[in-house]
């Protein structure tokens, strides 16, 4: 078995559509229904794998080989030997007073992530989890933070600078340092977005998060038109979507004892590459840059 994580870093809107309404919006997108944190269900997240692999050119042999065989009346399904996780949320841009947005993440959401590096067998990597309460949350040894609390979206919140000197321990710019690095990387087209996360990476306390969660997601209204009269036929109606920034993570498992082929292959499709997931693709959504790190995790 090798493990792989996959990080999802969206180029554009992005809109993993759920099952059914929700309330007055039409079409929202994923949630996990215990914590509210948005995610794309792994089944949806194999679906655009498999279809950027048939972009790729990969032959249908090969794509039956990793992500099993297509449905047909014909011939009994089999599985491949990708399995994927659900993609869960790791940080989610926030408008701010200070530097127009930050990325604001949470305990919840870094500890799942340790969690991922774990099963990759890379826990050993990970910084320490910095410690917030529900209504506070921490920042790195920079600019954000002081004695007045700072505007998140809809909220204000005081954010906690690690003590001590420079030699201490300031976890949450060693986790900056990681998500820029590993999430986003040094490609001349991404570096100065991963330099500013490397600086503008929020832990916010449980309690603002849930506001954020549900109140810096974008919401779209449209209407269909008639194609000669110009008048609406349909609508209108309402979409959700995570903004652009927004970075999730997965676990990719591939089964059994993989060719080295087979691994270059999925290497050469899912790092730093640009991939469609979600919907609305002729509404220029779901764009996303995906970087892949290897674990030591095999067999």
């Given at each position: 078995m090798t493990a792989f994580l996959l990080y999802l870093y969206a180029e554009s809107p992005l809109h993993p559509g759920a099952a059914a309404s929700d309330g007055a919006l039409d079409l929202?997108?994923?949630?996990?229904?215990?914590?509210?944190?948005?995610?794309?269900w792994g089944q949806s997240l194999k679906g655009a794998l498999r279809?950027?692999?048939?972009?790729?050119?990969?032959?249908?042999?090969?794509?039956k080989e990793v992500f099993g065989s297509e449905v047909s009346d014909e011939e009994e399904s089999t599985?491949?030997?990708?399995?994927?996780?659900?993609?869960?949320?790791?940080?989610?841009?926030?408008?701010?007073?200070?530097?127009?947005?930050a990325w604001?993440?949470?305990?919840?959401?870094?500890?799942?992530?340790?969690?991922?590096?774990?099963i990759i067998g890379r826990g050993d990597t990970v910084p320490t989890i910095p410690n917030t309460d529900g209504k506070e949350g921490a920042c790195?040894?920079?600019?954000?933070?002081?004695?007045?609390?700072?505007?998140?979206?809809?909220?204000?919140?005081?954010?906690?600078?690690?003590?001590?000197?420079d030699n201490t321990p300031d976890p949450v710019t060693d986790w900056a340092k990681l998500l820029a690095s590993d999430a986003v990387g040094d490609a001349d087209h991404l570096s100065a977005f991963a330099s500013k996360l490397a600086k503008d990476l929020l832990v916010v306390g449980s309690?603002?998060?849930?506001?954020?969660?549900?109140?810096?997601?974008e919401f779209s209204?449209?209407?269909?038109?008639?194609?000669?009269?110009?008048?609406?036929?349909?609508?209108?109606?309402?979409s959700e979507y995570l903004?652009?920034?927004?970075?999730?993570?997965?676990?990719?498992?591939?089964?059994?004892?993989?060719?080295?082929?087979?691994?270059?292959?999925?290497?050469?499709?899912?790092?730093?590459?640009?991939?469609?997931?979600?919907?609305?693709?002729?509404?220029?959504?779901?764009?996303?840059?995906t970087r892949i790190v290897e674990g030591n995790r095999n067999g």
């Open positions: 929202p997108i994923q949630r996990e229904k215990s914590t509210n944190y948005p995610l794309i279809q950027a692999a048939r972009d790729a050119g990969w032959s249908t042999s090969q794509q599985p491949g030997k990708l399995a994927v996780g659900d993609a869960q949320l790791v940080a989610l841009p926030v408008p701010t007073l200070r530097r127009s947005f604001a993440t949470s305990q919840l959401a870094l500890s799942r992530l340790a969690r991922k590096y774990t790195g040894r920079g600019e954000w933070g002081g004695a007045s609390p700072e505007v998140l979206g809809p909220c204000l919140v005081k954010l906690q600078r690690p003590g001590g000197g309690e603002p998060m849930s506001v954020l969660l549900r109140e810096c997601t209204v449209r209407v269909q038109l008639h194609p000669e009269r110009k008048q609406v036929v349909e609508g209108p109606f309402t903004p652009a920034e927004t970075i999730l993570a997965a676990v990719l498992t591939l089964r059994g004892t993989p060719s080295p082929e087979t691994v270059q292959r999925l290497r050469g499709l899912l790092h730093g590459s640009l991939l469609q997931v979600g919907g609305d693709e002729t509404l220029g959504k779901g764009l996303v840059w």
